[in-house]
């Protein structure tokens, strides 16, 4: 998720342990973004923990006349996953102020404190009221440090190496994802089970709670708040070489450029940069329309419904989450050989053809009170794992290095900032909504996401531009201003002068 950085090539640097180091405190960020992911699907399938806060749900789970597909339909278990994501908008708002004012590291350090308070909460929680309130802390938590964290990375990391660390973020993701789904499957049928699951989500928040201390405040962040000299001294730790002056200067003249700007969320309005917008934020609409993170969310959830045994379904979500962390592998490899559109355009086929085939089979075999046959669960399970790979290579990690690289420097922090906050009111509302969508639309909701698939392979297709290979200060003129629709927006000759910084 880390926003690419746009100097030149050739400044001198190495990759130093201080970078090194850095980048796993990052990846810690990134790991506790997942976790929490992966997590709370698997809890609301444990007996133990329906039982407790959700008896409704636990009774309908076990009533042998209910409704397949209606089971798990619950506003307020659906509101224990949700939630967190509504806190995450609301606090990166606040994040973005406080990263800007105050600086990475203190709101990294912001992040993991609030994150903290909100596992202790949920481990430790007696009622419903104190498990919200831990989500909505691990909301804040996340809203901190997903706005903190790529920015941090993206600051501090030699420029040959940002676009990897980009989609390495996303890798962490996974993994946090993958990580969560195998401490579910351990911990289901233990008597505090759900509790070791929410608390484990202590051990990346310690991580970077006590990483967060070793790191040193970004060069830029320095300089951004008129500390120079500590800004200079801390970019030649970072690089690992005396001659930084260029770079330094670079910094220098970004950060006064950016002074300039005094509303940047203005600047985000004009029609020069409605293509970038509209493209950013497209990308995270669509990305939560794929429906990933049903799976992601449900997959423990969707497999019971489809008459898996308990242990089975924490089991496939498992396998999901290993294959979504090796698909996301393919992506760090091939998006700079293969392309970003190449990526989205496959994928969009791939996953449309594995919703189809899923929803005609949940369709014919899958009705009311039935167990779904072993043959046509198992085909089920191996069509997620081709749909989740599509994902995983294309969509996943390109929604956000996408939306990172567009931006020209003067609206690129505001501009990622929407990009974030999309993705978070989109996953919000996948969330809240998925499970009585199940419920009203049965099999045909797979239908509905396919359709989104369709919609976003055209779109892609259509009016998406390649931008690999561009470096990102030259976005505009090499990419956008060529563009059969979106030099539209340039043609305008007053908007264009007021471009110029
Ligand atoms: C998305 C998440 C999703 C994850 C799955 C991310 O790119 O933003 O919503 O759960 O990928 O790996």
Redesign the pocket.
């Known amino acids: 998720m880390a926003v690419s950085g746009g100097a030149a090539q050739d400044l001198p640097a190495k990759l130093t342990a201080q970078v090194l180091i850095c980048s796993i405190i990052a990846a810690f960020g990134g790991l506790m973004f997942?976790y929490d992911?992966g997590i709370s699907g698997g809890v609301t399938s444990m007996d133990v923990f329906l039982k407790k806060f959700f008896p409704d749900v636990y009774v309908k789970k076990h009533h042998a006349k209910e409704d397949n597909y209606c089971k798990f339909d619950d506003q307020i278990l659906q509101l224990f996953t949700s939630s967190l994501y509504l806190a995450a908008v609301v606090s990166s708002l606040l994040a973005a102020r406080c990263c800007k004012k105050y600086g990475r590291k203190l709101t990294i350090q912001i992040a993991s404190a609030l994150f903290l308070l909100g596992v202790i909460l949920n481990a430790a929680a007696l009622n419903i009221v104190m498990l919200i309130l831990g989500r909505l802390l691990l909301g804040g938590g996340i809203g901190f440090g997903n706005q903190a964290v790529p920015l941090f990375i993206s600051e501090i990391a030699p420029n040959k190496y940002r676009g990897g660390l980009n989609v390495c973020f996303?890798l962490l993701?996974?993994v946090g994802?993958l990580c969560a789904n195998i401490v579910n499957y351990f911990t289901a049928s233990h008597q505090y089970g759900w509790r070791i699951s929410l608390g484990g989500a202590a051990i990346p928040a310690l991580f970077l709670a006590f990483g967060s201390l070793l790191i040193v405040e970004t060069p830029t962040s320095l300089i951004e708040r008129g500390h120079s000299e500590r800004g200079l001294e801390t970019l030649r730790k970072i690089r690992g070489v005396q001659d930084v002056q260029k770079e330094f200067d670079e910094i220098v003249n970004t950060t006064e450029l950016a002074k300039q700007i005094k509303h940047p969320f203005k600047n985000l309005m004009k029609r020069s940069s409605w293509p970038q917008l509209i493209t950013s934020g497209i990308l995270q609409i669509f990305?939560?329309f794929t429906g990933?993170?049903v799976i992601?969310?449900y997959a423990p959830v969707l497999f019971q419904t489809m008459g898996f045994h308990s242990d089975a379904s924490l089991l496939s979500a498992v396998v999901t989450g290993t294959v979504?962390t090796m698909a996301?592998l393919v992506a760090v490899f091939c998006v700079d050989k293969l392309g970003r559109r190449f990526l989205l355009i496959e994928a969009a086929v791939q996953m449309f053809i594995a919703q189809v085939v899923t929803g005609g089979i949940l369709a014919a075999f899958l009705k009311s009170t039935n167990a779904l046959p072993k043959k046509y669960a198992y085909l089920v399970l191996f069509l997620i794992c081709v749909f989740v790979s599509g994902?995983?290579w294309s969509?996943?990690?390109l929604?956000?290095l996408i939306p990172s690289e567009i931006f020209p420097l003067e609206t690129r922090t505001a501009g990622f900032f929407c990009a974030v906050s999309m993705?978070m009111i989109f996953?919000f509302i996948i969330a809240q909504a998925f499970l009585t969508m199940l419920c009203h639309m049965r099999a045909m909701i797979f239908f509905f996401f396919s359709g989104w698939i369709v919609i976003m392979g055209i779109y892609a297709f259509a009016f998406l531009p390649e931008t690999k290979g561009v470096s990102i200060d030259e976005m505009n003129e090499k990419v956008w201003k060529k563009h059969w629709l979106w030099k539209k927006c340039f043609n305008n000759d007053r908007d264009q002068a007021r471009d110029k910084p």
């Open positions: 997942g992911i996303q993701v996974t994802i990305q939560q990933i993170n992601m969310f979504n996301t994902f995983a969509w996943g990690p929604g956000w993705n996953t």
